[in-house]
């Protein structure tokens, strides 16, 4: 696709909108276009079911799919000037929604927007924009993921609910450099849109356009909706005394997969029910990854007073402190964290080994730009939706973020290796190492994030940045891997807690969540004790 313009190209016609509502489990044999001839459709997932797009009767551990449909040239439609997408069409049940492409470091200037038909209802929504600018989110550019050959270029995914219709058009756009922060979600409106006569030259579209619809899929019989609302804040005492760390497994060290020292561990106090039931080698491993903190197989971490984190601290760094530094760490209190297996994680799509940095010096704040059109009970299907779509589509060895938050406060365990360790992500390209990622889920380029959500991120860096003795108030010295504001190798001065355009050009975490990250630093330090 590399190549055509606006100029060569045009849109479809609005007027092929009324389609048939076929069944969904019709839906899931084959794709149908408005035209009545079958549409291509690639499921590109390695677990699917026949029945993935049938919500009749209950369904339990359902893997979840992703349908991969190729964007086609379309004919000309003067009031868009959409010169590729797709027809509307019949598909799959699916939830979430991206277009990729195939060379990850190329961006699309131009213009995603989407229509999707309910599946519970047969209504088409009005058009919706994509965020186009998604390419900064990934693993450094040398990295081993980086190199691996299966990342790919794409949009932000956006969640559009449980639907079984589409209709996609691209709108190319005079590269003009990275946009104003707007919201990228919801406008319903053509206003703006570039393309077509008198639009003037227009940048060339990336290669290999594909529309990824994601099925989430559901978890296992028993699990929570994330867990219940976020517990009461545990007493918090002010003590001096910053921990220096403990060294972790060297940059880029791989940590075998094993679940040795979990088993029959006694549940900590508050801790959910582990669930029962057959664990894969995959699954065990991921669980223990946390077994300092909670047996094999919890769906919970929970919370802990500022006493008992200390007491923890001491526990899992103790060799490394000094005798004043066991005695007055600053650490806030460990918040509640639903684990990967609380979130219904499919540890098959996900590399076996995890990756490890040295220590965590700073924190990056992220929105997801998937939309704020979810509920709080959603979040799971979300966080399931966002992980397939960054192992399947975009060829990440995991989920990018090492956390994500909720609406309503909740805080979710992000990539594989252990809440309490040194996780290796892929969310700011060029300050992966020694860093960790955490992503507000929703958009917040013209909506102001929940103080739910902001109290949560301000409890989760106190904790976290606290394993590693680092003061949410000042700055630390980050070395760039690579990026489009930093050169590779340049020292770089940053804020402890940093929003993702502080280390890459981008509009993440939206000028919303951006502003209140002042506020994130001072509530971790207070809650650190400083």
Same mark, same amino acid.
């Given at each position: 696709?590399?190549?055509?313009l606006?100029?060569?190209?045009?849109?479809? =016609?609005?007027?092929?909108?009324?389609?048939?509502?076929?069944?969904?489990?019709?839906?899931?044999v084959?794709?149908?276009?408005?035209?009545?001839?079958?549409?291509?459709?690639? +499921?590109?997932?390695?677990?699917?079911?026949?029945?993935?797009?049938?919500?009749?009767?209950?369904?339990?551990?359902?893997?979840?799919?992703?349908?991969?449909?190729?964007?086609?040239?379309?004919?000309?439609?003067?009031?868009?000037?959409?010169?590729?997408?797709?027809?509307?069409?019949t598909v799959r049940?699916?939830?979430?929604?991206?277009?990729?492409?195939? +060379?990850?470091?190329?961006?699309?200037h131009?213009?995603?927007?989407?229509?999707?038909?309910?599946?519970?209802?047969?209504?088409?929504?009005?058009?919706?924009?994509?965020?186009?600018?998604?390419?900064?989110?990934?693993?450094?550019?040398?990295?081993? @993921?980086?190199?691996?050959?299966?990342?790919?270029?794409?949009?932000?995914?956006?969640?559009?609910? %449980?639907?079984?219709?589409?209709?996609?058009?691209?709108?190319?756009?005079?590269?003009?450099?990275?946009?104003?922060?707007?919201?990228?979600?919801?406008?319903?409106?053509?206003?703006?849109?570039?393309?077509?006569?008198?639009?003037?030259?227009?940048?060339?579209?990336?290669?290999?356009?594909?529309?990824?619809?994601?099925?989430?899929? %559901?978890? @296992?019989p028993?699990?929570?909706?994330?867990?219940?609302?976020p517990?009461?804040?545990?007493?918090?005492?002010?003590?001096?005394?910053?921990?220096?760390p403990?060294?972790?497994?060297?940059e880029?060290?791989?940590?075998?997969?094993?679940?040795?020292?979990?088993?029959?561990?006694?549940?900590?106090?508050?801790?959910e029910?582990?669930?029962?039931?057959?664990?894969?080698?995959?699954?065990?491993?991921?669980s223990?990854?946390?077994?300092?903190?909670?047996?094999?197989?919890?769906?919970?971490?929970?919370?802990?007073?500022?006493?008992?984190?200390?007491?923890?601290?001491?526990?899992?760094?103790?060799?490394?402190?000094? %005798?004043?530094?066991?005695?007055?760490?600053?650490?806030?209190?460990?918040?509640?964290?639903?684990t990967?297996?609380?979130?219904?994680? +499919?540890?098959?799509?996900?590399?076996?080994?995890?990756?490890?940095?040295?220590?965590v010096?700073?924190?990056?704040?992220?929105?997801?730009?998937?939309?704020?059109?979810?509920?709080?009970?959603?979040?799971?299907?979300?966080?399931?939706?966002?992980?397939?779509?960054?192992?399947k589509?975009?060829?990440?060895?995991?989920?990018?973020?090492?956390?994500?938050?909720?609406?309503?406060?909740?805080?979710? @365990?992000?990539?594989?290796?252990?809440?309490?360790?040194?996780?290796?992500?892929?969310?700011?390209?060029g300050?992966?190492?020694?860093?960790?990622?955490?992503?507000?889920?929703?958009?917040?380029?013209?909506?102001?994030?929940?103080?739910?959500?902001?109290?949560?991120?301000?409890?989760?860096?106190?904790?976290?940045?606290?394993?590693?003795?680092?003061?949410?108030?000042?700055?630390?010295?980050?070395?760039?891997?690579?990026?489009?504001?930093y050169?590779?190798?340049?020292?770089?001065?940053?804020?402890?807690?940093?929003?993702?355009? +502080?280390?890459?050009?981008?509009? =993440?975490?939206?000028?919303?969540?951006?502003?209140?990250?002042?506020?994130?630093?001072?509530?971790?330090?207070?809650?650190?004790?400083?």
């Open positions: 696709m590399r190549g055509i606006a100029s060569s190209i045009g849109v479809t =016609c609005a007027a092929a909108l009324a389609l048939p509502l076929a069944p969904p489990a019709a839906a899931s084959s794709s149908v276009s408005s035209a009545g001839t079958p549409a291509p459709v690639a +499921d590109v997932a390695t677990r699917t079911v026949g029945t993935a797009g049938a919500r009749t009767g209950a369904r339990a551990d359902v893997p979840g799919s992703t349908q991969s449909l190729p964007l086609r040239p379309l004919t000309r439609d003067r009031a868009s000037g959409a010169v590729l997408g797709l027809t509307p069409r049940t699916f939830s979430l929604l991206g277009v990729v492409w195939e +060379d990850p470091s190329v961006d699309l131009g213009r995603v927007q989407v229509r999707t038909r309910a599946a519970s209802t047969g209504d088409w929504t009005d058009w919706q924009d994509v965020e186009t600018h998604y390419t900064q989110h990934g693993a450094d550019p040398d990295s081993s @993921e980086a190199a691996s050959g299966k990342a790919r270029g794409a949009t932000a995914p956006l969640w559009v609910g %449980e639907s079984d219709g589409v209709e996609v058009r691209v709108l190319p756009e005079p590269d003009a450099g990275e946009p104003e922060d707007v919201d990228p979600v919801g406008t319903g409106s053509d206003e703006g849109a570039s393309g077509g006569e008198g639009a003037g030259e227009v940048s060339t579209l990336p290669a290999g356009m594909r529309l990824d619809l994601v099925d989430p899929g %559901e978890a @296992e028993g699990e929570s909706a994330g867990g219940a609302e517990q009461a804040e545990p007493g918090e005492s002010g003590e001096s005394g910053a921990p220096e403990q060294a972790e497994p060297g880029s060290a791989e940590g075998a997969e094993g679940a040795e020292g979990a088993e029959g561990a006694e549940p900590a106090e508050g801790a029910v582990p669930r029962t039931g057959v664990m894969t080698a995959a699954a065990k491993a991921a223990a990854a946390n077994s300092a903190l909670v047996p094999l197989g919890a769906t919970q971490i929970p919370s802990l007073t500022a006493e008992e984190t200390r007491e923890e601290l001491v526990a899992l760094r103790g060799t490394g402190l000094t %005798e004043q530094q066991q005695a007055k760490p600053y650490i806030g209190p460990r918040p509640s964290i639903v990967r297996r609380g979130w219904g994680a +499919d540890e098959s799509l996900r590399e076996k080994s995890f990756v490890y940095t040295s220590k010096k700073a924190a990056f704040v992220h929105h997801t730009a998937s939309g704020n059109s979810y509920s709080c009970s959603q979040a799971p299907s979300l966080i399931r939706g966002f992980y397939r779509y960054h192992t589509s975009l060829g990440w060895r995991d989920i990018g973020y090492n956390f994500l938050v909720d609406k309503c406060g909740r805080i979710y @365990e992000g990539r594989a290796g252990g809440v309490a360790k040194p996780v290796k992500g892929a969310h700011t390209m300050f992966n190492s020694k860093t960790t990622g955490i992503a507000v889920i929703g958009s917040y380029g013209s909506k102001k994030p929940s103080s739910k959500a902001v109290k949560a991120v301000a409890r989760l860096t106190a904790w976290k940045l606290g394993l590693h003795g680092m003061n949410p108030k000042k700055k630390t010295s980050l070395t760039s891997g690579g990026g489009n504001l050169a590779k190798g340049k020292k770089v001065k940053m804020k402890v807690i940093s929003g993702h355009r +502080d280390g890459f050009n981008t509009s =993440c975490p939206g000028g919303k969540l951006h502003k209140k990250l002042g506020s994130v630093r001072s509530k971790a330090a207070g809650y650190q004790g400083r």
